[in-house]
């Protein structure tokens, strides 16, 4: 650990708290419908998408409607993708004649993409085509991103609002986020790649000849575009099969930078927006700082753990810490602050192999994605997750003071609790279950390149991955067979749409509900107690649940690891 890698850590910190305000200012006049600066030029095409769409962007819907029309996105979406990666082998764009993907690899591709986990058993540069990657992938990129958003918008008027049955439009928040918030900063951000030296062509691959004499083949592509978004809309997926650490994707530490501001920009701002939904930016800020505990904390005994290295370099003279799996480009900190902030926001991406990292550095990136969706998150995920975490929370403080728990003027009462709850018990259920199902089977167990407490992080993180449609791998699992493809993208559905629905009947109770004066008895929920119960709810709930599967895991790794065994 040194004073760098601090200065780095606090200066990424710095500016996603810079961002926070004005882009939470910026996002809250577009989703209230207000003009923007970019209202003169964007207007006209959202008042013309509308008309050809048929949409009355002035006709509210009933919380209902606003999640069943999310889902008949979802379907289209799925079967549109899927039928792309099918039929990609007669269809232009595709240089390097790529042959139509298996059916089930594309039904997990599929799923994984539009429901914005993009969990990769492929390599990109070996299986899909430009036609794919642009009309496919980066489309669905951008689609799921605003789908979160929208959802995390419902909900946020469902607390917002009083004594209503409506809780927005979904294609009104679905557009508007599209047009005015994802496209115009992707469109600055490709242009600077671009600049920095990822590609952005069509070209066919080339063939280049090493000076040993041998042919290599160099994959390029349409790259600049779908970088952009995949962390900006903390989808993940990777271009091509390194994924983040592939000098095209991420050629400088000044890219690198670049992706790790894009991948918390929107999902910390969304916070700023809340409070100012409610009428009280204190409120958004609280729900910031328990982010930011759990985040820091994260990155301290990550980097901690990277920095320190294991016993068995120790033994051959090598203290400058772990650097299996990491690119020099990055070193230690940037590695480890980018494991952390892709499983903190859902993104996916990698820069370095979580399946080399320690195994308590490896540990913190798999607790991130247990928690669900909140630390951050992904973008609008994040948020509505956090406000899940914090309705049980407020029910826990009510129940220590006997009386009905309020938050922002709303009471929360069973309904509200038993919502909240079902969304975040169904994930636990994916992650433990289907781990257990498969560390007994031997088909499923073949696929493990590790054995012992390795191997069965490997398979946990995959699951856990999954489900919390975070996308990133650990590694060391081929999970491209029937039976990964298939239980993967159930866990991805689940996590996805059993978080979502739960949540969009929360907004629909709360907007219902009429907005009370706060008591000497409320608790104030703008303070460091508010934040400390909070991030003592989500430690306490997660170590609960999922102590046991660490044990079995990561913790009893490093334990073996201190006694120089190693798997």
Known sequence: ??????????????????????????????????????S????????????????????????????????????????ALYALLRLQAGLPFNPAEQSAVAPDLAFNTAVSFVTNTNWQSYGGETTVSYLTQMLGLTVQNFLSAATGVAIAMALVRGFARSSVRTVGNFWVDLTRCTLYVLLPICVVGT???????????????????????????????PVASQMMIKHLGTNGGGFF????????????????????????????????????????????????AVMGVLFLTGVIVTYWAEASGTTGLHALGLTGGN?????????????????????????????????????????????????????????????????????????????????????????????????AMLAILILPLMYLGWTAVAVVMPSAVAS??????????????????????????????????????????????????????PAMALAGALAQKKSIPPSAGTLPTTGGLFVGLVVGVIVIVGGLTFFP???????????????????
């Open 323 to 419: 650097m299996e799996g990491k690119e020099v480009r990055f070193g230690i900190v940037a590695s480890a602050l980018f494991a952390v902030i892709t499983t903190a926001a859902s993104c996916g991406a990698v820069n370095a192999m979580h399946d080399s990292f320690t195994a308590l550095g490896g540990m913190i990136p798999l607790i991130n994605i247990q928690l669900g969706e909140l630390i951050i998150g992904g973008v609008g995920a994040g948020l509505y997750g956090m406000l899940l975490f914090v309705v049980l929370s407020i029910f826990v403080a009510g129940l220590m003071v006997g009386r009905t728990p309020e938050y922002v003027g709303k009471k929360i009462e069973a309904r509200e609790v038993k919502m």
């Open 241 to 288: 099969n390194a994924n983040a650490a592939h000098p095209f994707e991420n050629p400088t530490a000044i890219t690198n930078f670049i992706h790790m501001i894009s991948i918390f920009a929107i999902g910390a701002a969304l916070t700023n927006v809340f409070g100012r939904m409610v009428g009280n930016q204190r409120q958004g800020w609280a729900i910031f």
């Open 40 to 79: 003169p030029v964007l207007r006209p095409v959202e008042v013309g998408l509308y008309w050809i769409s048929g949409v009355d962007e002035k006709r509210e819907q009933h919380w209902l409607v606003y999640a069943v029309s999310m889902l008949l996105l979802q379907v289209v979406g799925f079967l």
């Open 549 to 567: 599967a660490l044990a079995l895991g990561p913790i009893v790794e490093h334990l073996a690891m201190t006694a120089n065994t190693l798997f």
């Open 191 to 221: 242009v600077a790649l671009v600049w920095l030296g990822v590609p952005q062509n069509l070209s066919a691959y080339t063939e280049a000849t090493t000076l040993e004499g041998a042919k290599q083949v160099i994959a390029q592509g």
């Open 1 to 38: 650990m040194t004073a760098i890698g601090w200065i780095q850590i606090l200066l990424y910190c710095a500016i996603i708290i810079a961002l926070v305000k004005p882009l939470g200012a910026y996002m809250t006049k577009v989703f209230n419908g207000e003009r923007t600066f970019l």
């Open 448 to 501: 493990m390149a590790n054995a012992g407490p390795h191997g069965f992080s490997e398979v946990l993180y995959a699951f856990t991955s999954a489900t919390g449609n975070n996308g990133s791998a650990f590694g060391g699992l081929s999970a491209n067979t029937m039976f990964y493809n298939l239980t993967l993208a159930c866990s991805m559905l689940v996590g996805r749409f059993f978080m979502i629905v």
